[in-house]
């Protein structure tokens, strides 16, 4: 009876010390989102990323005029040509039509190549900077706390401050 005693004794003890260590595990979460548009380097990284879209927009815009302009001058002069010209005139501006859109379809992958590239390193550096704050605070382990992200209920340690603060932002 004194052996079972002293076996409840160490069990008991063997689960709370477990289930203590267990509730130590410490949680944080932060929104990398907000993050990473509060870092300055994202609208260095906006600001390049508007000025290849207007540049792209407007090379779109005066070939789309010149496509436009074209079409008018052919439509006026179409009953003064030959039957065999206007359909030299057809193909070009067919051709002009798809040149837009090849182009336009061009734009849109350098742009998106563009993207990625230029957030590829703000992601870096916030992903350093959030492992660097949460292993000196003691966690184990970071949600990402984005709209969508995955976490019902963020009421635990947020690590925004000391991130911002890590990046000096």
Same mark, same amino acid.
């Given at each position: 009876?004194?052996?079972?005693?002293?076996?409840?004794?160490?069990?008991?003890?063997?689960?709370?010390?477990?289930?203590?260590?267990?509730?130590?595990?410490?949680?944080?979460?932060?929104?990398?989102?907000?993050?990473?548009?509060?870092?300055? =380097?994202?609208?260095?990284?906006?600001?390049?990323?508007?000025?290849?879209?207007?540049?792209?927009?407007? =090379?779109?815009?005066?070939?789309?005029?010149?496509?436009?302009?074209?079409?008018?001058?052919?439509?006026?002069?179409?009953?003064?040509?030959?039957?065999?010209?206007?359909?030299?005139?057809?193909?070009?501006?067919?051709?002009?039509?798809?040149?837009?859109?090849?182009?336009?379809?061009?734009?849109?992958?350098?742009?998106?190549?563009?993207?990625?590239?230029?957030?590829?390193?703000?992601?870096?550096?916030?992903?350093?900077?959030?492992?660097?704050?949460?292993?000196?605070?003691?966690?184990?382990?970071?949600?990402?706390?984005?709209?969508?992200?995955?976490?019902?209920?963020?009421?635990?340690?947020?690590?925004?401050?000391?991130?911002?603060? =890590?990046?000096?932002?």
């Amino acid at each position: 009876m004194k052996h079972f005693k002293t076996f409840l004794f160490a069990a008991a003890l063997f689960i709370g010390a477990t289930t203590f260590t267990q509730a130590q595990s410490k949680i944080a979460h932060i929104n990398t989102q907000d993050l990473i548009k509060a870092m300055p =380097d994202m609208g260095i990284a906006q600001a390049e990323m508007d000025k290849l879209g207007k540049t792209y927009e407007a =090379d779109i815009q005066s070939m789309v005029t010149e496509y436009q302009n074209k079409m008018k001058q052919y439509e006026a002069e179409a009953a003064t040509k030959t039957d065999e010209e206007n359909q030299k005139r057809l193909v070009e501006v067919q051709t002009m039509q798809q040149n837009i859109q090849q182009y336009q379809g061009q734009a849109q992958q350098e742009m998106q190549k563009k993207e990625i590239d230029l957030l590829k390193p703000i992601t870096e550096k916030a992903k350093m900077a959030i492992l660097k704050v949460a292993r000196a605070q003691g966690f184990e382990y970071v949600l990402d706390s984005t709209q969508g992200g995955g976490v019902i209920m963020a009421d635990g340690n947020n690590l925004m401050d000391a991130v911002k603060k =890590d990046l000096g932002i």
